[in-house]
């Protein structure tokens, strides 16, 4: 069972899944959203520009339909008059087609955003399948868009069915009107109209988008095993991963263990742990932990210490503050400077000691080295 649902399709779309298919050209789109968006910037226009094109109609029609006697037979003066009115008819029309250009361009960016893909431009054979052109024209898809298509032929035949049912009288009074008032009259029936459809294309564009959106995330599920597969490509096998951080600490803790031979001293506690401390006055403005660890690292950081005579020095709370403060290669805290003074003064006596063979007094141990409150973690509180 396990099995069988890694490999149904489940699971949304990824980030990258979602990418690939812009890519590809695949991105959410409605045509119901689009025919809405044209009509609506159509009878914007009328609505704002209505009175001049009425007018601006008017003076095309009666400028094209009458002419001098003389000039019928000017043929020069005939195609100057021809210019003129196609000039005139495209800054009439303009108005409108920048409309409709400005919601063509517009529509895609309310699904989800522009997008240009050279891929949806390029020859594919699969799209030539017959097969699975039979299978997209049966599929429910298919059924989808039939079900639209035939709402929207109902809703279209209902509109102008209410509209010459209800303005029959108008309609059949332009034929008789003067051209300037059926003009009008037709500008306000053609706006009615526009108006009517519009409304209905916003119902059934509000289903459409929601749906179209959803089927487009529908389609790109995946299944669990792609999404396994897809993260192991962009991150990589959690395995090898594993086995790289391994390695990269084991090489860490090469290079920690190389700088404890180069300590002035490490802190124990004297089991538990460990700290290796260096200092040079000359470039460091505090000392500076070379290495620290727990247990077995703690272990080995002691043994290493006294391979190389290095000293060590037994001071538990100053070495859990500095294993829980100090990283290594950085300096301790400030608030420990006055601690680590203390070791570090043990530590120049002692070789001054080693230095002059035993002449002076050996110095004593450090034993009640205090440790500000709260740095120490093994404190009782």
């Known amino acids: 069972m396990a099995e069988e649902s890694d490999l149904e399709r489940t699971e949304p779309a990824s980030a990258r899944r979602l990418e690939q298919a812009r890519e590809d050209g695949n991105i959410p789109h409605s045509r119901e959203l689009m025919a809405f968006m044209v009509l609506a910037a159509g009878a914007g226009v009328f609505w704002i520009l209505g009175s001049w094109m009425t007018h601006r109609v008017a003076s095309l ?3 094209g339909l009458s002419f001098s006697r003389s000039a019928a037979f000017e043929p020069a003066r005939m195609n100057e008059s021809a210019l003129e009115l196609t000039v005139e008819a495209f800054v009439l029309v303009g108005p409108i087609f920048l409309a409709i250009f400005v919601a063509i361009i517009t529509t895609p960016f309310m699904m989800g955003g522009w997008n ?5 431009f390029q020859f594919d054979l699969t799209r030539m ?3 699975k052109g039979l299978g997209r024209m049966f599929s429910w898809q298919s059924l989808g868009e039939l079900v639209k298509a035939i709402l929207k ?3 279209i035949g209902g509109v102008l069915y209410w509209i010459v049912r209800n303005e029959q009288d108008r309609l059949f009074g332009l034929i008789v009107q003067p051209i300037e008032i ?3 009259t037709f500008s306000q029936l053609l706006f009615l109209s526009f108006v009517a459809l519009i409304v209905g294309l916003a119902v059934i564009a509000a289903i459409d988008v929601p749906f179209q959106l959803w089927q487009y995330h529908d389609r790109l599920k995946m299944t669990r095993e792609e999404l396994r597969r897809e993260n192991r490509e962009s991150e990589g096998d959690p395995q090898l991963k594993a086995r790289i951080r391994s390695q990269q600490r084991e090489m860490a803790r090469g290079r920690m263990m190389s700088e404890v031979p180069k300590a002035d001293v490490v802190v124990t506690n004297p089991t538990h742990y460990a700290v290796a401390l260096k200092y040079d006055g000359m470039s460091m403005r505090a000392p500076v932990v070379v290495a620290k660890g727990m247990n077995l690292i703690a272990q080995r950081i002691r043994d290493i210490a006294g391979e190389n005579q290095v000293p060590q020095l037994e001071a538990a709370p100053l070495a859990r503050a ?10 301790i805290p400030a608030a420990l400077y006055a601690a680590v003074a203390e070791v570090m003064a043990w530590v120049y006596q002692m070789d001054e000691y080693v230095a002059n063979a035993g002449a002076s007094l050996l110095p004593p141990v450090p034993t009640q080295i205090a440790v500000p409150e709260g740095l120490d973690p093994g404190a009782v509180a």
Do not use: C, N, T
Not at 116 to 120: C, D, G, R, Y
């Open 182 to 184: 059926g003009l009008a």
């Open 322 to 331: 500095l294993y829980r403060h100090a990283e290594v290669g950085d300096p």
């Open 153 to 155: 032929a109902i809703l």
């Open 61 to 63: 029609l009666q400028h």
């Open 129 to 131: 399948d017959p097969i």
């Open 116 to 120: 240009l893909s050279s891929k949806a």
